[in-house]
């Protein structure tokens, strides 16, 4: 998941920002192994507003291994991470992907979240910019 693959990508990871998710909330990262091999993962955390009596589940970053895609590892998963979310009492859960990640969308959607249109995120990627002045 790198800007030169992922040009409008608006963000983008190494693996010491994983680690620090693993390190700070341990409980909200899952990874599913089948038959010993890694098979997928979902990074989680939950957003506690001071002065606010909900409590949001972020569902950062979520992937399955492709030969695991279509296998039920991506529900487990999930429901696992919203069955801790809920013993947290959190409110509402949030998750973002690309408007073109049509897998994804209907995975959400399937589960009850809304219309990825109620919220967009743009983006700019000025490295893009520069190269044409």
């Known amino acids: 998941?790198?800007?030169?693959?992922?040009?409008?990508?608006?963000?983008?990871?190494?693996?010491?920002?994983?680690?620090d998710y693993y390190t700070?909330?341990?409980e909200y990262?899952?990874?599913?192994?089948?038959?010993?091999?890694?098979?997928?993962?979902?990074l989680g955390s939950i957003i506690d507003k001071r002065n606010s009596y909900r409590k949001y589940g972020y569902?950062?970053?979520?992937g399955v291994d492709e030969k695991y895609q279509g296998t039920g590892v991506a529900e487990m998963l999930y429901e696992k991470y919203r069955e801790i979310m809920l013993e947290e009492d959190v409110r509402m859960l949030m998750a973002d992907t690309s408007a073109d990640n049509e897998r994804a969308l209907a995975f959400f959607?399937?589960?009850?979240?809304?219309?990825?249109?109620d919220h967009v995120y743009l983006t700019l990627n000025l490295?893009?910019?520069?190269?044409s002045q």
Do not use: H, M, Q
């Open 109 to 117: 959607t399937a589960r009850g979240f809304s219309s990825p249109r």
């Open 29 to 42: 990262c899952l990874v599913a192994i089948c038959n010993g091999k890694f098979a997928g993962f979902l």
């Open 1 to 19: 998941f790198t800007l030169k693959e992922y040009p409008t990508l608006y963000r983008t990871w190494d693996e010491y920002e994983v680690i």
């Open 59 to 62: 569902l950062v970053w979520f």
């Open 24 to 26: 700070g909330n341990p």
């Open 127 to 131: 490295t893009e910019e520069k190269k």
